[in-house]
């Protein structure tokens, strides 16, 4: 019998590397992966179009996109996982001395205001600096993948969209996610990497940027999807899993990297399903209310498909 193909957009790293590679397979789907080199655009693509069966999707975008109706409804999958205290970047000539003296001043954003990383960031601002987000001012350089998403009256949308140039001239003091290379711009938050560690350690901060996405019309056809969508990216993260315990992933990435750093506090560094996430989901849908991504709070449960709801990997 010929196997039901899906439509499918994921990024190659480790955790899903067997899957795309065909080492692994689900008994009664064929993953058809299309590579999207911008992964961002994929994301949009199935937001506004719904042009993928099956999606990796940023966990903001999917919260927000869910909030306004989009009829996709996500997996407990979690593939990207990052510490974020490097996003945030400062014009050095500015003179700022901690991230709480952000407060009154406008701030970069790259891309959109809903974007995850942004979030996180946002975050860890309040968190650990006492920054009251709502006294910044938050300059987005692009669009939202949610059209329909109107940010608050302290989002104020970059006219040019030029994060980088502004940064460096120093019209902005500070920016979350720029892509940047300049003396007179770093990180705002010494020894970012380090600092997220500790974050992990001493108050289980481990965020969440992506995870998968089906189409609900698809779910409702084959109640099967779910499942094995589910068990086929777990088998694939298992054997990466696997290897990086043992050494055998040779030439490591910076995701790999914060993997390893996240074993030295859990024995699976990517573990899918809500039970050993759930924590971290709920900090997250608190966040993503204080910033007024969403007007309320989602019963996470009810944010993921029905049949892996109790799934654990």
């Given at each position: 019998?010929?196997?039901?193909?899906?439509?499918?957009?994921?990024?190659?790293q480790?955790?899903?590397?067997?899957?795309?590679?065909?080492?692994?397979?689900?008994?009664?789907?064929?993953?058809?992966i299309?590579?999207?080199?911008?992964?961002?655009?994929g994301?949009?693509r199935m937001?506004?179009?719904?042009?993928?069966?099956?999606?990796?999707m940023?966990?903001?975008?999917?919260?927000?996109?869910?909030?306004?109706?989009?009829?996709?409804?996500?997996?407990?999958?979690?593939?990207?996982?990052?510490f974020?205290?490097?996003?945030i970047?400062?014009?050095?000539?500015?003179?700022?001395?901690?991230?709480?003296?952000?407060?009154?001043?406008?701030?970069?954003?790259?891309?959109?205001?809903?974007?995850?990383?942004?979030?996180?960031?946002?975050?860890?601002?309040?968190?650990?600096?006492?920054?009251?987000?709502?006294?910044?001012?938050?300059?987005?350089?692009?669009?939202?993948?949610?059209?329909?998403?109107?940010?608050?009256?302290?989002v104020?949308?970059?006219?040019?969209?030029?994060?980088?140039g502004r940064?460096?001239?120093?019209?902005?003091?500070?920016?979350?996610?720029?892509?940047?290379?300049?003396?007179?711009?770093?990180?705002m938050?010494?020894?970012?990497?380090?600092?997220?560690?500790?974050?992990?350690k001493?108050?289980?901060?481990?965020?969440?940027?992506h995870?998968?996405?089906?189409r609900?019309?698809?779910?409702?056809?084959?109640?099967?999807?779910?499942?094995?969508v589910?068990?086929?990216?777990?088998?694939?993260?298992?054997?990466?899993?696997?290897?990086?315990k043992?050494?055998?992933?040779?030439?490591?990435?910076?995701?790999?990297?914060?993997?390893?750093?996240?074993m030295?506090?859990?024995?699976d560094?990517?573990?899918?399903?809500?039970?050993?996430?759930?924590?971290?989901?709920?900090?997250?849908m608190?966040?993503?209310v204080t910033?007024?991504?969403?007007?309320?709070?989602?019963?996470?449960a009810?944010?993921f498909?029905?049949p892996?709801?109790?799934?654990?990997?």
């Amino acid at each position: 019998m010929t196997k039901m193909k899906l439509k499918t957009v994921t990024r190659t790293q480790g955790n899903n590397r067997a899957l795309k590679e065909g080492r692994v397979t689900a008994p009664d789907f064929d993953f058809d992966i299309e590579e999207v080199p911008v992964l961002v655009k994929g994301f949009r693509r199935m937001v506004r179009e719904l042009s993928y069966d099956v999606s990796e999707m940023a966990l903001t975008t999917y919260i927000c996109a869910k909030a306004h109706g989009v009829k996709f409804t996500a997996l407990p999958i979690f593939l990207v996982r990052e510490f974020h205290h490097k996003a945030i970047h400062h014009h050095v000539p500015s003179g700022l001395k901690s991230p709480a003296e952000l407060a009154g001043r406008t701030v970069g954003v790259n891309r959109g205001y809903t974007v995850t990383t942004g979030v996180w960031a946002r975050a860890i601002l309040q968190d650990e600096y006492g920054l009251d987000l709502s006294s910044v001012t938050w300059a987005p350089s692009g669009d939202e993948h949610v059209a329909e998403y109107k940010g608050p009256a302290n989002v104020q949308p970059l006219p040019d969209g030029d994060l980088e140039g502004r940064l460096i001239s120093g019209e902005l003091v500070a920016a979350v996610g720029a892509k940047i290379d300049h003396p007179d711009v770093a990180s705002m938050i010494e020894n970012p990497f380090e600092a997220g560690v500790a974050a992990l350690k001493n108050r289980g901060l481990y965020p969440i940027n992506h995870l998968v996405v089906v189409r609900d019309d698809l779910l409702a056809e084959n109640p099967d999807v779910a499942t094995q969508v589910f068990d086929a990216f777990a088998a694939s993260k298992k054997l990466y899993v696997e290897d990086l315990k043992a050494g055998r992933v040779k030439d490591l990435t910076p995701v790999d990297r914060v993997h390893l750093a996240a074993m030295e506090v859990m024995d699976d560094p990517l573990p899918y399903g809500i039970e050993p996430n759930l924590q971290v989901l709920e900090q997250l849908m608190d966040h993503a209310v204080t910033q007024k991504i969403i007007p309320e709070r989602m019963d996470v449960a009810e944010m993921f498909a029905a049949p892996v709801r109790n799934r654990v990997a």
